[in-house]
């Protein structure tokens, strides 16, 4: 009798050699599109919402420039905290650290050079160069000869009522081993508040742009990103898939896209 | 896996008491056993804790690489490590001890859109190892060890390419092996169960097996 159970035993074990699953990831989400929206947005259309707001603060302040202590006070009262202006706030040049460089060139444009984070896959811009068609429009752009030897973006801009948008942004680049268009979306528009302190939130809050991803051995995806609140969307056709927010940050301002 | 140490247990748990209805009466003599045979498996296995050779099939560095990753899913399984031991007690408190164990970890990987095997991968190790151990406290039905363990273990290991399973080269190699086990416990007379604590490419953690000696 207990050979028997010992015997049994035995071949109970054996089916437990085999065959041991620990890792299935069938159902998890995979959307590659996202590795490509990711390092676009935060090297292009963030940096250029970052460009737009140091333009927007700029143009304002030639207006009082000669007036210190408006000006210092305009100053504090855009960026939200007070900096040691004295050292970084001159006629034709400002720097706001962690957010860039304006500089006012001869002709009444601006170049800025904003504190660039590297993103994977993307060359960073260089600088952009603003021009400026009234108060709180402008024209902002970066090619080969701001130092973006990949190709070129470009958006007008509006900054009012606390927001900023991106109408007719168009971005162009050319790899090597593939090439990347994006655009607005017609018929959006993009807006963006205006951030009174530090900018450490960044995703847009409405909008979206079209993507392009061509590699050269014919491999293409198409599709739009969508922003929303607290996430991003990528559609293709009438699919589509939410993906987590661009930005790490806690979501402090409303950026929108169009 | 936690069905595998479920049934260990259960199996082990079992041994114990037949080893125990078999002992018979007070005027047995000491056993004095110089063969043992045991059969066992690890929590969890050696070179599963040292991490098998996976080779990544897609460049991970490259959006082409993120666009291709997409379009399959993988199953991961590894074996669990199983073992054949023997020792010869040469006297109360040394022995020698030869082990055959066997481990492997595979990786298949499928198409999302056809549900079909686009690779396969496999690294799997069949060790011989002899180990000296000391047997530091000895009773008739309760013993508790220390051994340590130097071997060689045979590895195949291939990594089919994408959309080619069962093509890719496979790779035969000898490669050492240790063990290091501070403590084991084993409970039985004839019949018997054990336990251990180590570290090594055998088990990290605790091996768990039964045996019979004479």
Wanted: aromatic share 16%.
């Amino acid at each position: 009798m207990e050979s028997h159970v010992k015997y049994i035993l035995a071949a109970a074990l054996l089916p437990f050699v085999w065959s041991c699953e620990i890792y299935n990831d069938r159902d998890e989400l995979q959307e590659p599109a996202y590795m490509v929206v990711q390092p676009v947005y935060g090297a292009y259309v963030y940096e250029m919402f970052k460009a737009a707001e140091l333009s927007y603060f700029f143009q304002q302040y030639q207006e009082i420039r000669e007036d210190r202590e408006a000006a210092v006070s305009f100053a504090t009262e855009y960026f939200g905290m007070e900096r040691n202006w004295d050292y970084c706030l001159f006629y034709e040049e400002a720097e706001i650290s962690g957010i860039g460089r304006i500089l006012l060139n001869d002709d009444g444009s601006f170049t800025v050079d904003p504190s660039i984070t590297f993103y994977r896959f993307f060359p960073s811009v260089g600088t952009f160069t603003v021009t400026s068609e009234a108060p709180g429009r402008f024209i902002i752009s970066s090619d080969a000869a701001d130092g973006l030897p990949a190709g070129s973006v470009v958006s007008s801009v509006l900054c009012d009522d606390g927001y900023v948008t991106l109408e007719d942004f168009s971005l162009s680049l050319d790899i090597g081993e593939f090439r990347l268009d994006v655009v607005s979306v017609d018929g959006e528009p993009v807006k963006k508040l205006v951030a009174p302190d530090s900018i450490e939130s960044y995703q847009a809050v409405s909008g979206s742009l079209s993507f392009i991803y061509k590699e050269y051995d014919g491999f293409e995806d198409e599709f739009e990103l969508g922003f929303g609140e607290d996430c991003v969307t990528v559609s293709r056709g009438s699919s589509s898939v939410k993906c987590k927010p661009l930005d790490r940050y806690e979501k402090k301002y409303d950026y929108v896209i169009g | 896996m936690k069905k595998t140490l479920l049934i260990s247990l259960l199996a082990v748990s079992a041994l114990f008491l037949f080893s125990h209805q078999s002992a018979g009466g007070n005027s047995r003599p000491p056993l004095s056993g110089r063969h043992e045979f045991t059969a066992g498996t690890g929590i969890v296995p050696g070179r599963y804790a040292f991490t098998y050779n996976h080779e990544m099939p897609f460049e991970y560095n490259s959006l082409h690489g993120a666009y291709m990753k997409s379009r399959y899913y993988e199953r991961e399984y590894v074996s669990g490590v199983w073992s054949l031991g023997y020792a010869y007690n040469f006297t109360r408190v040394f022995s020698l001890q030869a082990h055959l164990f066997y481990e492997a970890g595979w990786i298949e990987r499928f198409s999302r859109e056809t549900d079909m095997m686009a690779a396969r991968s496999l690294d799997s190790y069949l060790t011989a190892m002899a180990s000296f151990r000391v047997n530091w406290f000895n009773r008739s039905s309760v013993r508790m060890y220390s051994y340590a363990g130097v071997g060689l273990s045979l590895n195949h290991n291939y990594n089919d390419p994408i959309g080619d399973p069962g093509q890719g080269p496979r790779f035969n190699s000898l490669k050492a092996a240790y063990q290091l086990t501070p403590f084991g416990i084993l409970v039985g007379r004839r019949f018997f169960g054990f336990a251990e604590i180590g570290i090594g490419h055998y088990f990290c953690g605790l091996a768990l097996g039964a045996g019979y000696r004479f």
